[in-house]
């Protein structure tokens, strides 16, 4: 069975220091990894996703992500946050080629301090 | 990307009530999911509503409390039957983008039973 894990519920950071969220993995084969980022109120916005190739992927709002197959993660990363980064963070995992089952992580809250 | 519009955005219900949640898409979709968000928790796919068949459950899932419509190509609804306050969560659609290998997710439907 494929299963996330988001080690951080929760993480504060102030704005203009660096972040990193961590989201570890179980799947046997080739996953297909993702982050959402969900504000208050509002549904799940994808910020970036990795099917193959190069590991370090970009996404939008200055935010990367890199895939380690040996170490089964995909930390997401942004050098500089800002004030309106502040929101749940998911990641979640799907078998090759399919989002009909899409797992997800259980999120990590985070809070931007002036 | 797809546009997917849910309604309502928000209710609030009373005890052994149903409620009926619509999801329309701005384009044909093959593939239409429905996930509860629990309160501080993460997402947890209900069912893959199927188009011109019946909606394919997940474990801890049945039809007679989440009977799932699937008329068209661009249209679904989840209805919540006989509510209690363990069914107050936030409910959100999906749909899979082209190649099925990532989902976009409505603005969800927050609801509350009292």
């Known amino acids: 069975a494929q299963s996330v894990t988001q080690p951080d519920i929760h993480i504060t950071v102030s704005e203009g220091a660096s972040l990193e969220l961590r989201c570890n993995y179980s799947?046997?084969?080739?996953?297909?990894l993702f982050w959402y980022v969900q504000s208050p109120g509002q549904g799940l916005q994808l910020l970036l996703k990795y099917f193959s190739g190069d590991t370090l992927v970009q996404g939008i709002k200055g935010f990367e992500a890199e895939f380690k197959r040996s170490q089964s993660s995909f930390n997401l990363r942004k050098p500089s946050v800002h004030w309106s980064d502040a929101a749940e963070y998911f990641c979640?995992?799907?078998?090759?080629?399919?989002?009909?089952?899409?797992?997800f992580g259980s999120g990590t809250q985070l809070t931007v301090l002036p | 990307s797809a546009v997917i519009s849910q309604k309502p955005s928000r209710d609030i219900c009373q005890r052994g009530t149903s409620l009926t949640i619509q999801c329309q898409v701005d384009s044909q979709v093959t593939m239409m999911f429905w996930y509860r968000q629990q309160p501080g928790q993460s997402l947890t796919l209900i069912a893959t509503a199927n188009q011109g068949s019946e909606a394919t459950y997940e474990s801890g899932f049945v039809i007679d409390k989440f009977p799932i419509s699937r008329p068209n190509l661009t249209f679904s609804t989840l209805t919540v039957s006989n509510m209690s306050p363990e069914d107050s969560s936030i409910y959100l659609c999906?749909?899979?983008?082209?190649?099925?290998?990532?989902?976009?997710f409505g603005q969800g439907t927050r609801l509350t039973v009292v």
């Open positions: 999906s749909v899979s983008g082209t190649g099925h290998t990532e989902a976009f």
């Open positions: 979640a995992l799907t078998s090759s080629g399919s989002a009909r089952q899409l797992t």
């Open positions: 799947y046997g084969a080739t996953p297909y």
